[in-house]
């Protein structure tokens, strides 16, 4: 390992730990019927119970749907769903729990409320039933230290959707005795989900840095930076998420996202903690998310996860036309006042102009590919034809589609060569010096009305235009690697960007079958903006010898969905490179939070990297090729 930090003590073998068979679960919302359901499927007793008659009547009600769906779908038999459905019993009354081994509760996030169940629990349960909060923000030390017997007393956080997201954090306090954690250990390991030591801090692991980047998102959404389908869209194609934030605060709720993250900014004192002013004007409005039917988004009716048109939903540019949003290359959407574009050009020859240049002839455009020397060009030509080839061997592409967009591809080594394309998209090394002398020999290469675009993740694209004497033409089209996969495209809009040319660059993009989002010229753009910080934080977090890296990871995969943790996705990124960026949100944004942890400056002095040393925050057999 190249980071070994002290994290929380690993959880205890629960081989001889009790089986629990009784549990009851005191709250019935929908994190409570999602634990009752996994109880009962696992064969154990469930006393559901609630103040709520309505939420009372409505948990066997939803537990009913929920097998019935797992039925159809054959992860459970008729017999099976029968039988789990008869195990679990509600009531109003606290007082039921009293045979229970195990009572878990999940209630809103009000200490005062929580501490007063606890209490009464004390007079209720027997000495030896240990006692689990569903809390993910309040403190469990402070809430077993006002219990009759605090050694009962830890943490147990699912995630939502229970039924589906496989983690369980155990938090144990300096209080919880070994016996607890392993029993609720053993319990979390035959619902068949995976147990995760988590120290008392508020957010534990995952939502300490899940509710940050949903704060920003928020915030940004706030400050009209780009729109919430914009925002969303972003997160889900350019990082691969289940989910942009935005939907994800709708999911767990406005309301709880506020009273967590309040409680870690108590903690951290960290301005990327405190609540974004439209989490409080939402949840004081009654627009608390899916619960309420109305949040971010508007839904069909409470509870419901269906999205419907509201006063925000985008008009489409074109709602009569068969697919309005995806013109043919050398059309115009009218609305879009968009420039007809036939023949593009892009300059340079890495991983990236390459992808672009595949992406473009695949579309129909002319492409020509420039390079600095023809050995360059022709090698960069060729690496598009042996992608295509793998396209065509994996069944993913025609040999005739494969034919058709090399015959439009051409090498060439001077700017001249695109005296006559409409659109150029630059895709050169990320230095600022070097796209600006770029920009200007394009400013006199190509003909007037021809859009320059760049690829830049992180660099100003006013500088780039202004460079140039038409910067009304200039333009961020911002791909992602690798671009014949990844959907998304980021078109960035200057304050001297004109519509004509913003319009050709999304027209292209929907023609190329890509996702543009829009958003304007500020360091990150929307993508980086969002998850670098998130990144840094994790990385404060094993700094800080709260956790390791693969906890961290697992803590993310598992109970967030996303499909790399975040030091393996620094890793695959490379740390230099996620340096740098976090280096300019920073020096954009002045806030101390954005400063890269010290950690992360240390390992790229050092010369580790990620998968292409062979040595990141992970270590592998032998370095990634480039």
């Given amino acids: 390992m190249a980071v070994d930090p002290s994290p929380p003590s690993p959880l205890p073998t629960p081989d001889s730990a009790p089986h629990l068979p009784t549990v009851a679960v005191v709250g019935l919302g929908t994190m409570g019927t999602g634990i009752a359901e996994v109880l009962t499927r696992s064969g154990r007793e469930v006393i559901g119970i609630d103040t709520s008659e309505e939420a009372v009547r409505l948990a066997p009600a939803a537990l009913a749907r929920s097998t019935a769906r797992a039925v159809a779908r054959g ?44 209490r009464a629990l004390d007079g209720i349960v027997r000495p030896e039933t240990v006692l689990a909060t569903g809390t993910n923000a309040l403190p469990v030390t402070r809430l077993a230290a ?14 939502h959707p229970v039924p589906v997201m496989r983690l369980v954090e155990v938090v144990s306090s300096v209080l919880t005795s070994p016996a607890a954690v392993a029993a609720a250990t053993r319990l979390v390991r035959e619902l068949g989900k995976e147990p995760l030591p988590a120290g008392d801090r508020p957010g534990f692991l ?5 509710f940050g980047y949903l704060n920003r998102a928020a915030a940004m959404y706030e400050s009209r930076y780009a729109t919430r389908e914009d925002i969303d869209a972003a997160m889900r194609l350019g990082c691969g998420l289940p989910m942009g934030p935005l939907a994800v605060l709708d999911l767990v709720g406005v309301d709880t996202a506020r009273t967590v993250l309040t409680a870690l900014h108590e903690h951290t004192g960290d301005r990327l903690h405190a609540p974004a002013p439209v989490l409080g004007q939402l949840a004081e409005a009654g627009m608390t998310g899916r619960k309420a039917g109305r949040g971010f988004y508007t839904y069909d009716g409470p509870h419901s996860g269906r999205v419907i048109p509201d006063a925000l939903t985008p008009t489409p540019p074109n709602p009569d036309a068969p697919n309005p949003d995806v013109p043919s290359p050398g059309t115009v959407a009218p609305e879009d006042r968009a420039r007809p574009v036939t023949a593009v050009g892009v300059v340079g020859s890495g991983t990236m102009a390459t992808g ?10 002319r492409t020509t590919l420039v390079a600095r020397e023809t050995a360059r060009a022709r090698a960069a030509t060729g690496r ?29 080594t001077g700017l ?67 671009a014949p996969a990844m959907r998304l495209v980021e078109v960035v809009r200057t304050v001297l960007t004109g519509d004509a040319a913003h319009a050709t660059a999304r027209a292209v993009c929907l023609a190329a079958g890509r996702h543009p989002v829009e958003c304007g010229d500020r360091a990150g753009f929307i993508v980086n903006a969002l998850l670098f910080p998130y990144l840094n ?5 094993v700094q800080e010898h709260y956790a390791t890296p693969e906890a961290v990871d697992a803590a993310m995969r598992l109970g967030g969905g996303y499909p790399m943790g975040p030091f393996e996705l ?38 580790c990297l990620g998968r292409k040393t062979g040595r990141g925050f992970h270590e592998y057999a032998s370095p990634a090729r480039a």
């Fill in 206 to 210: 995952a939502d300490g840095l899940l």
């Fill in 356 to 365: 672009i240049a595949q992406v473009l002839a695949l579309a129909g455009y």
């Fill in 146 to 159: 006002e219990t009759a017997h605090p050694a009962r007393v830890l943490g147990l956080h699912f995630f």
């Fill in 384 to 412: 598009v034809a042996a992608s295509l080839d793998r396209s065509v061997a994996r069944g993913r592409l025609t040999e005739e589609a494969r034919d058709a967009a090399l015959a439009l591809l051409r090498p060439a």
């Fill in 75 to 118: 992860r459970l038999t008729a017999a099976e769903r029968r039988d789990a459905l008869a195990r679990l019993r509600t009531s109003t009354a606290l007082s039921e729990a009293a045979p229970a081994d195990l009572v878990i509760e999940v209630i809103d996030e009000d200490y005062a409320r929580k501490r007063e169940v606890f």
């Fill in 570 to 607: 620094l890793d695959v990124v490379g740390l230099d490179v996620s340096l740098a960026i976090e280096d300019v949100l920073h020096r954009a944004f002045h806030e101390p939070s954005l400063e890269p942890a010290p950690l992360l400056r240390q390992l790229v002095r050092a010369g």
């Fill in 537 to 541: 934080s994790a990385v404060r977090l």
């Fill in 416 to 482: 001249d060569a695109l005296a006559g394309a409409d659109l150029v998209v630059e895709a050169v090394a990320e230095d600022l010096a070097l796209k600006r002398e770029v920009f200007a020999a394009l400013d006199r290469a190509c003909r007037p009305g021809a859009v320059l675009a760049t690829t830049t993740s992180s660099l100003p694209v006013i500088a780039c235009a202004r460079a140039t004497s038409r910067p009304e033409d200039v333009v961020g089209m911002h791909f992602f690697n690798p």
